[in-house]
């Protein structure tokens, strides 16, 4: 019996779904090669639904195809980290200034939830997807369906780049999970007071300090 349409899209959803969260834990390294074949093996799917997914994560920047026709894990570059937070410095601040005039009671408790829980997570790994996860917030509740589309594609990258930052940085987390948590909290306390251009001039200053730290930390990996 042919595989309806709409089965077909949710299982290449599904198989999207799984790869990406792979990729961003670090499973697939950078470099990589992601063949259809193997992974159509891995996961008991056939090959077109593995296709249509690595098209969707080329999209999202977690995969990239090389001038063969190979699909490859991205090793991300300085570069790649100037561009990403050059989006970020505006997508953060128009999210936070929104998010101090439309954020809503459940979303402070999950803010402080999420603060708590950076505080005691021991890997980089558990501090970027917090991190992600808090940043998510602000932004869906700041309310523009166009801003959360530009951050849904970026999410991705920044969780790419972190884990592979850990790769090479072990020591970073324990750096690190204090200062997320302390400028998290500077962030939801400007949200909170309802102030949206406080807001937005702490988120713009929140991911400046990422700036200057990760370029710092991904040269020296290359040393």
Not at 2 to 26: E, F, N
Not at 139 to 157: E, H, K, M, T, Y
Request: net charge positive.
């Amino acid at each position: 019996m042919p595989v309806d349409r709409a089965d077909r899209v949710r299982l290449s959803q599904t198989v999207c779904a799984r790869l990406s969260r792979a990729i961003i834990a670090g499973e697939f390294k950078p470099g990589t090669r992601m063949s259809e074949p193997s992974l159509s093996s891995q996961l008991g799917v056939s090959r077109a639904p593995i296709r249509e997914a690595l098209i969707e994560l080329e999209l999202r920047g977690l995969v990239e195809f090389d001038p063969t026709g190979h699909t490859r894990v991205p090793a991300l570059t300085p570069r790649d980290i100037d561009e990403i937070y050059e989006v970020r410095l505006m997508i953060d601040p128009v999210a936070a200034g929104l998010a101090a005039t439309h954020a809503k009671a459940d979303t402070f408790a999950a803010l402080e939830a999420n603060i708590a829980a950076t505080k005691s997570v021991k890997t980089l790994a558990d501090v970027s997807r917090l991190d992600a996860e808090f940043h998510d917030r602000i932004v869906r509740a700041a309310g523009n369906r166009r801003l959360l589309l530009c951050w849904s594609v970026l999410r991705d990258q920044v969780g790419l780049w972190l884990t592979q930052m850990q790769l090479r940085h072990e020591a970073v987390t324990h750096r690190t999970r204090q200062q997320t948590a302390e400028s998290h909290r500077e962030l939801l306390d400007a949200i909170r007071s309802r102030n949206a251009k406080k807001a937005s001039n702490i988120a713009r200053r929140h991911v400046a300090g990422w700036i200057k730290l990760m370029p710092k930390l991904s040269h020296s990996a290359d040393d």
